[in-house]
């Protein structure tokens, strides 16, 4: 492992989309960015800041507009991940794990559950402890860590701040021993946990998992009732058999209650009524929105943005030699929509989507008051778009960051 503030690691953590956000030049001034951030980690500071609040669906998020601070806190995010062996989450192979186990054809038994306020309730006493006591930590590591805690979680040691790039890591780290604990319980199956969303699938009947997991959590961690579910898929009479849904991770995923057949179930899967809920919200906000500028080339932008599909770079600049991306959008988000069975992969028949066409469809109808001051054209315009055909056909459509930043001004906080 190299030296965790040099040269080479800042640099390694430069990421797309600094240049507009930090007000700064990757490209002409990359080199003067590299040794302004070298002094100011090996300086040190007494408290990262000043720190910017927001509220965002109903949580408080901070961000640093500093640059230098968020290189830093950056470099020392991914040397705790790498010293710790930390593994972070990722939705699409967890999604894939959970459509295996659901195919299973063995009784099963489903217990899906939710963190409250997962990061502000998380206890922290422990990992700063083994942080600020590790030998292998370099003293430079640790003293950006000690300013980490202190700026942001002062005595008592408890709750990480969102939107803070080192705080996903601390967590996953902080949910260790719950993760292996839970693990360990008779009867469990597969476990699969994305920061605060847990599903369980047993080989028995989930009572006495129902019990133990609240004893598990880290202190004043607690369960949120609204969001627990519990499927059982061991009926083995084919009369009193099923279809049984189940939502996580933004899809939704129905197969048969029956079990003990000898091919695997088949599993659907699709987008969750809660995100179908949600686009539908953003579109009625685009209109509502029109309604007050009657801006229609910004209208016509925010729905292709919500029915169509763009790229968004992660890592790279036009002064780093790398420049991987992700492709994002309403095919993107939910491309493991589809049947399976048999180990074969059916298209997504998109009757969630081919129903949000229709919803966003009597939006533009003559006579409705949300898009009263259409204009015959206009209306046309808006009616070849289709979230459907977005998805089945991956219609890419090409934003500059400023243009994304004002089209989803329209729907912040939904």
């Not at 956000?21 to 302004?36: E, G, P, Q, V």
Request: hydrophobic share 40%; charged share 25%; proline share 5%.
């Amino acid at each position: 492992m190299h030296a965790p503030m040099d040269h080479k690691a800042i640099a390694g953590a430069f990421r797309a989309g600094d240049s507009r956000r930090f007000s700064i030049d990757l490209k002409k001034n990359r080199d003067s960015i590299i040794s302004s951030a070298t002094a100011a980690a090996a300086a040190g500071f007494p408290a990262f800041g000043p720190v910017d609040k927001a509220v965002v669906k109903g949580r408080t998020c901070f961000s640093i507009p500093d640059y230098n601070q968020n290189l830093i806190l950056r470099i020392v995010a991914k040397f705790i991940a790498q010293r710790f062996r930390v593994e972070m989450k990722n939705r699409d192979r967890t999604v894939k794990g959970v459509i295996e186990a659901l195919s299973d054809a063995t009784p099963l038994y489903i217990l899906r559950r939710d963190i409250s306020s997962f990061y502000e309730t998380l206890p922290l006493d422990r990992i700063y402890k083994r942080l600020t006591h590790d030998v292998f930590i370099p003293t430079i590591v640790r003293q950006h860590l000690n300013c980490f805690f202190d700026t942001f979680c002062p005595d008592p040691k408890i709750g990480l701040p969102r939107g803070i790039c080192i705080s996903p890591v601390l967590a996953e780290l902080a949910m260790e021993d719950f993760d292996k604990a839970v693990r360990r319980l008779p009867g469990v199956y597969k476990y699969f946990r994305y920061s605060d969303d847990i599903l369980i699938f047993s080989f028995e009947p989930t009572a006495s998992i129902e019990l133990r997991l609240p004893t598990l959590l880290p202190s004043g961690m607690a369960f949120n009732p609204a969001k627990s579910t519990q499927l059982s898929l061991a009926c083995d009479k084919k009369s009193h058999e099923q279809i049984v849904s189940i939502e996580y991770l933004g899809y939704s995923y129905r197969t048969s209650n029956l079990c003990g057949g000898k091919e695997p179930r088949r599993v659907t899967v699709g987008i969750s009524d809660r995100k179908i809920g949600k686009l539908k919200t953003k579109i009625f906000c685009c209109f509502k929105q029109f309604q007050k500028d009657a801006d229609f080339p910004l209208l016509y932008d925010r729905l292709r943005f919500l029915s169509g599909n763009y790229i968004v770079y992660r890592h790279g600049v036009g002064a780093v030699k790398s420049s991987k991306f992700v492709k994002s959008g309403i095919h993107y988000n939910y491309k493991l929509c589809g049947m399976y069975a048999r180990g074969e992969i059916k298209p997504h028949p998109g009757n969630d989507l081919k129903s949000l066409d229709g919803f966003y469809q009597s939006l533009i109808r003559p006579g409705v008051a949300l898009s009263a001051h259409l204009n015959p054209v206009q209306r046309q315009q808006l009616k070849a778009l289709s979230f459907f055909k977005g998805f089945e056909l991956k219609l890419m459509t090409r934003f500059h960051a400023n243009q994304v930043t004002e089209i989803k001004r329209a729907w912040r906080n939904v």
